[in-house]
């Protein structure tokens, strides 16, 4: 079974930095692309960063290009997602999701499965 | 950037009707459109990918069509358990419609 566990989330002033991780198992988790998307409160979906399956290339959403990086340890089965100069905007929950083509070319096909996400708070 | 727009925003449905929600885009994306399913306080489920491909372990009610910029999500016969937020999202780049909400009329 697929799982993925997200972690790291929580309060942060503004202009301060998080490290999200999310633990993958269950597939081979280098054959697949990975991404992370965010929900604020009360509203819509929105994916903020993908990355192929061995790393070498990566989408982020304008919004947050510049402040956050994604990254991933195919030998620890991890993908990371490093946020600094946190806005009150980016206060959502965050879910790390799979890619649903193995050894895709690109970042995103469809998302599956999703995390079960992790809450940030950008609030002083 | 392509955007994604979806209608109506909310819908109110009875047990057993007809529902269905439409995607556009704002050019042309083959048949690079996905459907998922969000209950509240629980992560999205993949419904749809492809525009018409059923994901595995969803009911037969569910149903996608279209290509190139307008896609329709449909649900032949609303169950209880189908009251729930509908999002599309096109692939490349990775772009999500503003969701429909559907409740219990």
């Known amino acids: 079974e697929v799982q993925l566990l997200e972690s790291g989330g929580g309060l942060i002033q503004p202009g301060g930095s998080l490290r999200l991780s999310c633990a993958a198992s269950?597939?081979?988790?280098?054959?697949?692309?990975m991404s992370w998307v965010r929900q604020a409160p009360g509203k819509g979906l929105e994916c903020v960063s993908a990355?192929?399956?061995?790393?070498?290339?990566?989408y982020y959403a304008d919004s947050v290009k510049g402040r956050f990086t994604i990254s991933r340890d195919n030998s620890k089965n991890t993908l990371y997602l490093q946020m600094n100069s946190l806005r009150a905007e980016d206060t959502a929950v965050y879910y790390c999701?799979?890619?649903?083509?193995?050894?895709?070319?690109?970042?995103?096909?469809?998302?599956?499965?999703w995390g079960q996400g992790t809450l940030v708070t950008v609030s002083s | 950037d392509i955007q994604m727009t979806q209608s109506p925003s909310s819908l109110s449905a009875s047990i057993g009707d007809r529902v269905t929600i439409t995607c556009r885009a704002s050019q042309t994306i083959s048949s690079y459109l996905n459907w998922y399913q969000q209950k509240p306080g629980k992560a999205p489920n993949l419904l749809i990918y492809?525009?018409?491909t059923l994901q595995s372990g969803v009911p037969s009610r569910f149903s996608g069509s279209g290509s190139g910029t307008d896609f329709t999500l449909t649900i032949s016969s609303l169950q209880p358990e189908d009251f729930a937020t509908y999002y599309c999202?096109?692939?490349?780049?990775?772009?999500f419609g503003g969701g429909t909400k559907v409740e219990i009329k």
């Open positions: 492809a525009a018409s």
């Open positions: 269950g597939f081979t988790f280098s054959s697949y692309a």
């Open positions: 990355i192929t399956g061995s790393g070498g290339s990566t």
């Open positions: 999202q096109h692939s490349y780049p990775p772009t």
């Open positions: 999701a799979k890619d649903g083509v193995q050894y895709s070319s690109t970042w995103s096909n469809w998302f599956d499965p």
